[in-house]
């Protein structure tokens, strides 16, 4: 995204200033002190020791952490007083957490939330929540940007390798690289409750999914899917609907 790239190249402030505002997130030698300790001392600890000294200094680097989390070997947090989990969060080896944004929460969880392994939480300047009870599968990408939430219900399953979220670039000037272009942002992702994503599957910034929907492997949502529809393709079409079973 173009905020984080001009955040992390502007030469107006200092190196440290930007390693705080885009990595730890609060100003102060405390918190720099806080974040760099915490992950010095458990971040790549493996086994129950690591799992217990990440539970002590990472998770009370959250803006809030509920009952039981677990917090797996090699987690990366960006701005974690941005982020909220509530009880039995946990996220296997390897994820991101990423809740830098302006709003006033980055990343909300609620309780019994399971990341696999690799997943990536980023808000990007928007928000995301995952409601009680979602399970993001391994190498899963969730990605919001300024403006926009996305916002995936309760009892959610999505498969490992899926994208959810990210931004339209705009490309109609010929002379300018795209990258420079800004975003066509839309407002985000919904997702109802109930749904079930399989592998590989990307929905794109715009859409809304109903509840209890089915979007096939490999579907590339770009236009909004009923409630207990099944999408599939690429870009993804109805093909069908849960109610025809019943």
Same mark, same amino acid.
């Given at each position: 995204m173009a905020e984080v790239r001009d955040a992390v190249h502007d030469v107006s402030t200092s190196a440290l200033k930007r390693y705080q505002g885009v990595v730890v997130g609060k100003p102060g030698l405390g918190s720099l002190a806080g974040f760099e300790l915490g992950h010095l001392m458990s971040q790549n600890v493996p086994g129950a020791l690591g799992l217990v000294l990440?539970?002590?200094? &990472? $998770?009370? &680097? /959250? #803006?809030?952490?509920?009952? !039981?989390p677990v917090l797996g070997q090699g987690l990366t947090l960006r701005c974690p007083g941005k982020i909220h989990v509530g009880d039995r969060f946990s996220i296997d080896a390897h994820g991101v957490l990423d809740g830098r944004t302006e709003e006033d929460v980055g990343i909300r969880c609620g309780d019994g939330v399971l990341c696999g392994h690799n997943a990536t939480l980023s808000a990007k300047g928007g928000r995301i929540v995952l409601r009680d009870r979602v399970q993001v599968g391994v190498h899963c990408t969730i990605l919001s940007a300024p403006g926009c939430t996305v916002d995936i219900g309760e009892d959610i399953a999505i498969g490992p390798y899926s994208f959810i979220g990210g931004t339209r670039y705009n490309h109609g000037d010929l002379e300018r690289p795209i990258a420079d272009q800004g975003h066509d942002r839309r407002g985000g992702v919904t997702i109802g409750a109930g749904t079930l994503v399989y592998a590989r599957a990307t929905i794109i910034d715009g859409v809304t999914i109903g509840k #209890?929907?089915? %979007?096939? $492997? #490999?579907?590339?949502?770009?236009?909004?899917?009923?409630? /207990?529809? %099944?999408? $599939? #393709?690429?870009?993804?079409? %109805?093909?069908?609907?849960?109610?025809?079973? !019943?």
């Open positions: 990440r539970k002590k200094l &990472l $998770a009370r &680097l /959250f #803006g809030r952490c509920g009952s !039981s #209890g929907a089915v %979007i096939a $492997a #490999g579907a590339v949502v770009n236009k909004d899917v009923p409630d /207990f529809a %099944i999408a $599939a #393709g690429v870009p993804a079409k %109805i093909v069908g609907s849960r109610k025809d079973a !019943s």
